[in-house]
């Protein structure tokens, strides 16, 4: 089997290249080789996998998919995107990456498809800003799509896109709205929801960080290594259980700030809590009211996908995949 992830330079794409590689394979099928690709040149993970490749290529430009495509991978992750903030503050750079990155990777596809019957499996990183508010008090599967960002709305064009390539036979496709991903690993990002992450990892390393929202802002989350999970899950699920309805809302932990704060006092201490500082951003203020506090995931879940109940366990799994299992405040 082959394995093409766009995106591989990302914290998800980087996280699923290692746990292919240590494992070998994807499912029971063993990975013969992996193509990692990303704007930035992705690097090797250690593993079982002897034959990786990684590429800077910057999808949104025109044709840049189609030498990918042409060695025909078995798999493609597509995880490239401009996040959310980044593509409210630049227009043309969310369209360009978001939209015509994906659509010129789907035709690509399609012209190998037309051209040998090639038809692989294609799992895209869609998102829960594909909905917006006015919002029940859980988002049912049923839910329209009205996003009220750029993103939110790239996104959706996306699954749109992905449905309709999947209907005509050009890919097997599946879509997955992640929830936000907590806690990311790294330096902030430009993710507008970043700072659901930076209150917790920057406290935990013993470092200031800011809270731009109130402590009673509710928001759905999974961790790292739940994302991993569905990842791996997308790509090895039997596809016509799923049916015409491709894209995906996966099941997530609800939770507000406040929650947030205090599984942080509960598992790292006062000490760490009081490293928050919080000075209100009216920007991302707009933004996250516009999200999802809730989403019910029953489709999800019936399909296999799986996820923590609670804020003490996605610490946990940070502190553990991260820290070495300790904190540093």
């Known amino acids: 089997?082959?394995?093409?992830?766009?995106?591989?330079?990302?914290?998800?794409?980087?996280?699923?290249?290692?746990?292919?590689?240590?494992?070998?394979?994807?499912?029971?099928?063993?990975?013969?080789?992996?193509?990692?690709?990303?704007?930035?040149?992705?690097?090797?993970?250690?593993?079982?996998i002897s034959n990786v490749r990684t590429q800077a290529l910057d999808i949104s430009v025109p044709g840049a998919s189609k030498p990918l495509v042409a060695e025909r991978p078995d798999v493609i992750f597509h995880l490239a995107a401009i996040v959310s903030g980044e593509a409210e503050l630049d227009f043309e750079k969310g369209y360009s990456i978001n939209l015509d990155g994906t659509r010129d990777l789907f035709e690509a596809i399609r012209l190998e498809h037309g051209a040998s019957g090639y038809k692989p499996r294609v799992v895209f990183a869609s998102s829960i800003a594909v909905f917006g508010a006015p919002f029940p008090k859980a988002i049912p599967d049923e839910f329209f799509?009205?996003?009220?960002?750029?993103?939110?709305?790239?996104?959706?064009?996306?699954?749109?896109?992905?449905?309709?390539?999947?209907?005509?036979?050009?890919?097997?496709?599946?879509?997955?709205?992640?929830?936000?991903?907590?806690?990311?690993?790294?330096?902030?990002?430009?993710?507008?929801?970043?700072?659901?992450?930076?209150?917790?990892?920057?406290?935990?390393?013993?470092?200031?960080?800011?809270?731009?929202?109130?402590?009673?802002?509710r928001h759905f989350f999974a961790s790292p290594r739940a994302a991993i999970g569905f990842f791996l899950h997308a790509a090895t699920m039997d596809l016509s259980k799923v049916g015409p309805r491709r894209n995906i809302s996966l099941p997530g932990l609800s939770a507000t700030v406040g929650d947030e704060i205090a599984a942080l006092g509960r598992i790292v201490g006062e000490k760490a809590v009081k490293l928050i500082r919080r000075e209100p951003d009216p920007m991302i203020i707009r933004i996250v009211d516009g999200w999802a506090p809730d989403i019910e995931g029953k489709r999800a879940r019936e399909l296999g996908f799986t996820v923590e109940s609670s804020f003490d366990e996605i610490i946990r799994a940070h502190l553990d995949d991260e820290m070495g299992g300790q904190a540093r405040v």
Request: glycine share 12%; with cysteine.
């Open 1 to 48: 089997m082959k394995i093409l992830i766009i995106g591989a330079a990302g914290m998800i794409g980087r996280k699923l290249a290692e746990r292919i590689s240590a494992d070998g394979g994807l499912g029971e099928t063993a990975v013969d080789e992996m193509v990692l690709v990303d704007v930035i040149q992705p690097e090797v993970p250690a593993g079982r």
């Open 145 to 217: 799509q009205t996003p009220l960002t750029s993103y939110g709305t790239q996104k959706a064009i996306g699954e749109l896109l992905l449905s309709d390539y999947t209907r005509r036979g050009f890919f097997d496709g599946i879509g997955l709205r992640l929830p936000t991903i907590c806690i990311r690993p790294g330096k902030p990002n430009k993710a507008a929801s970043g700072f659901f992450s930076n209150i917790l990892r920057e406290p935990i390393a013993g470092q200031e960080a800011v809270l731009p929202v109130a402590d009673s802002v």
